[in-house]
């Protein structure tokens, strides 16, 4: 009986801190997107003297508050499930724990430039935003779609060096060395600025000739500053097509992405029932 009871309440736990679709996992979901903001607004605002000066005490204050809860949140997440090492080692585990650790170990490390170290620690505290990816776990598909489309971004960008050598190699001809076009490595980043409409201006043709390749170089520059957005939109559109419904977070390492008909986690062969 007491099994049981200890089962329940693991499982009532999980729902509410890995699920969303429940009122109370929605509420948990809000809750610490709403700590994880005011402790970055936290941060940046220390970061600034005279608001330091006149609010450093009730920041230091607040800071372990947050410190308190995300650490509460980052127990109660491995007491949870069934496998707490797998959350430890996973990219969201870890990158828990990096936004916990800079507070602790702010104690410890003291020294003669203990002021230096903990203002050093407090900035990796900045860290904590990456625990938005809890949130973004209804669009995996998009992880899988910027990889789909590597190969294809890859082979574009092959294509524009080798424009960028040919037309920074013609213009290297074309103007004279007075003009900035000393080399031809420098008329090649010459081609690259102006090919991704950046412009910082500090090289420019003088020559009729100069101008017309440059000009050309800009029209292409626009041609195909669209072709990798249409590469990964095509991808995004695809993959959110054929996209499987995706079955809730496996109660034993709390990662996702199991096919709506998997019996058992894919990554440590947990039972997907509850």
Not at 103 to 131: C, D, E, M, N
């Amino acid at each position: 009986m007491a099994s049981d009871s200890s089962k329940n309440w693991r499982f009532k736990l999980h729902e509410i801190i890995y699920e969303s679709n429940t009122p109370a996992g929605k509420a948990f979901d809000v809750g610490l997107l709403i700590a994880i903001f005011s402790s970055i607004i936290v941060v940046m605002l220390d970061s600034v003297v005279s608001i330091h000066q006149q609010y450093g005490k009730l920041f230091n204050i607040t800071e372990w508050i947050f410190a308190a809860l995300f650490t509460i949140e980052y127990i109660l997440r491995l007491i949870s499930i069934r496998k707490p090492i797998r959350y430890v080692i996973s990219p969201l585990g870890i990158i828990d724990l990096i936004a916990l650790l800079p507070s602790y170990l702010s104690i410890f490390l003291i020294g003669a430039q203990s002021l230096l170290v903990f203002r050093a620690l407090r900035l990796l505290r900045v860290f904590r935003i990456f625990k938005l990816g809890h949130f973004l776990t209804e669009i995996n598909f998009l992880t899988q779609a910027l990889k789909s489309s590597v190969r294809k971004i890859s082979i574009f960008l092959l294509t524009v060096l080798t424009i960028t050598v040919i037309l920074g190699s013609i213009m290297y001809l074309v103007e004279k060395r007075e003009n900035g076009f000393s080399n031809i490595p420098e008329s090649i980043y010459w081609a690259i600025v102006t090919i991704t409409t950046v412009g910082y201006g500090d090289i420019s043709p003088i020559t009729p000739l100069g101008k017309f390749v440059a000009s050309v170089v800009m029209l292409i520059g626009y041609a195909i500053i669209a072709v990798p957005t249409g590469i990964i939109t095509h991808d995004i559109a695809l993959a959110a097509r054929q996209k499987k419904e995706m079955a809730e977070s496996c109660p034993g390492c709390s990662r996702e992405g199991h096919d709506s008909d998997a019996l058992f986690c894919k990554y440590c062969g947990s039972s997907l029932f509850k």
